[in-house]
């Protein structure tokens, strides 16, 4: 075991992240402003863990103010959540404001603002407004691409004096690779096509609010939130290489060349092609996404992915999927999350830095999520009621030794982001994995309690230096 110790830099941010649908609840919301996320549960209930979702959550709506003195107690620099798109407006097509819920955003900004909380906000993590998902068929829609313009600029209008860093999307690849490519989530369609064509438009989306954003001249920066999975081949072979080629082409190169260099990769859209993937898209909007890429980018990233290349030839009766180039690869002796089931590879950090570094202009960037989620974390209670997660301190200190260790070696990294402040309701895992420094007591109405972690990370803020130790010898 080896001790070691790096510096945090001033400027370097030590935040926390969360979303609009996964804390606020619907206190206050009204008829006609269910999101996506709402209609899956009330129509899916069965594959929510425990029946919880988001009608409750954590019940932020009521509680901001407890919330975010419990920020500052952590010792945050930054705190990123989203706005409900489904709930910023009582009319999504005209973009009639709900003052109401307006106001519970106006109240909670500046709170943070008070307390020396610098708030990053993200305009959609999967609260695609309901309405717009049953009409317009959603991301499909050219429409609904002009009415996120239409709610950005509404938001932008009311917050930029207040906001400066701004976040187009949270992953903005899931809905659509869990709905219409792997059919896991409601309404279980699957169609390649109509993948693609959500991914087009989100990156569309994107690059018309950052014109927006430009040319209304507000101080600040449009980013997103990536999730690009680091890929792994199980072997050097030219074909376990090849199967984390594509894997990487049809995943991750989909969103961060277009965001980034202004373009898809040809060999991305020359696949598509070949295997009849329709989608519709024109020049102007090519040009469009030229033209306005993103100011920075934030990464989540959670585990490693390995893949190995297919060993059975595709069933022709099976429309195409990516997964026609490879096939997942588990590692053997690998290190678990056993909870959430998934590897934990701190360097997988360091590595996507490099990535960013090299490949993608050394554009800024931060961790905007890393974490680890836990299943029953009351085991780890002391006799005063507080959970010992020092799982979470270790979890932590790996992954931002690698990011701070990226720095020192030329990325661009701005900082790390834990997910999540709070535990709070995930997709179908609702509060199954606990991810927070603070803990949500379902028991006693929702109630906080600092888990040890939250101390810890405070201490993190105020010291600046990072100690831990590492497990390196040879035993
Ligand atoms: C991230 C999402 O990918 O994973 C979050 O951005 C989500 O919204 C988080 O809550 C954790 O998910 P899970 O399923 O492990 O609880």
Redesign the pocket.
């Known amino acids: 075991m080896s001790q070691k110790s790096i510096t945090i830099p001033q400027d370097f941010i030590l935040g926390a992240a969360s ?1 609009a649908w ?1 804390t606020e609840g619907w206190s206050g919301k009204k008829e006609g402003q269910d999101s996506y996320m709402d209609i899956w549960y009330k129509n899916d209930r069965h594959v929510w863990h425990e029946g919880y979702g988001p009608a409750l959550a954590t019940d932020l709506y009521n509680r901001y103010r407890e919330e975010v003195a419990l920020m500052k107690q952590a010792g945050l620099t930054h705190y990123r959540t989203s706005i409900n798109w489904s709930r910023f407006f009582t009319d999504y097509e005209k973009g009639v404001v709900d003052e109401e819920y307006a106001r519970y955003y106006d109240n909670f900004i500046d709170e943070m603002l008070a307390a020396g909380i610098e708030p990053m906000i993200c305009l959609e ?2 609260e695609l407004p309901a309405y717009l998902f049953e009409n317009y068929g959603g991301w499909a829609s050219k429409k609904v691409v002009e009415l996120f313009a239409l709610y950005a600029e509404k938001v932008f209008e009311r917050y930029h004096h207040k906001v400066s860093r701004w976040f187009t999307f ?2 903005p690849i ?1 809905v659509q690779t869990r709905v219409y490519l792997d059919a896991l989530r409601w309404p279980y369609e699957q169609n390649t096509s109509t993948w693609m064509q959500w991914n087009h438009h989100k990156n569309l989306a994107t690059a018309k609010v950052v014109k927006l954003f430009r040319e209304k001249g507000y101080t600040g920066s449009v980013g997103a ?1 990536l ?1 690009p999975e680091v890929t792994y081949p199980r072997s050097s072979a030219p074909h376990d290489v090849k199967a984390a080629e594509m894997y990487d082409l049809f995943y991750n190169r989909v969103f961060l060349d277009p965001m980034v260099h202004g373009r898809y990769p040809q060999a991305l859209v020359a696949l598509l092609e070949q295997h009849g993937v329709q989608w519709d898209y024109s020049a102007d909007e090519l040009a469009l996404i030229r033209d306005n890429t993103v100011d920075e980018l934030g990464i ?1 990233l ?1 585990y490693p992915h390995r893949v190995k290349a297919p060993s059975r030839a595709w069933n022709p009766q099976t429309p195409f999927h990516p997964a026609y180039y490879y096939e997942p690869f588990e590692l053997p002796g690998r290190r678990m999350n056993k909870s ?1 089931g ?1 590897e934990i590879y701190p360097r997988i950090i360091y590595d996507m830095a490099m990535r960013i570094k090299n490949d993608y202009r050394n554009i800024p960037w931060f961790i905007a ?1 890393s ?1 680890m ?1 836990i299943e029953n974390e009351g085991q780890f209670r002391n006799a005063e009621g507080v959970i010992q997660d020092d799982y979470r301190i270790g979890f932590i200190s790996e992954h931002l030794y690698q990011t701070l260790l990226a720095r020192e070696a030329g990325a661009n990294c701005q900082g790390y982001m834990l ?2 402040f709070t535990d ?6 609702a509060f ?2 606990r ?1 927070g420094l603070i803990e949500i007591d379902l028991q006693n109405n929702r109630a906080r309690r600092a888990k040890k972690s939250a101390g810890w990370y405070r201490a993190l803020r105020e010291t600046r230096t990072l100690t831990l130790n590492i497990d390196d010898d040879w035993k």
């Open positions: 979303s996964q993590h999967y949270n992953e899931v939130i999730n989540n959670y959430r998934w999520e974490g989620g997910w999540a709070n309701v995930s997709p179908m895992n199954k994995n991810y």
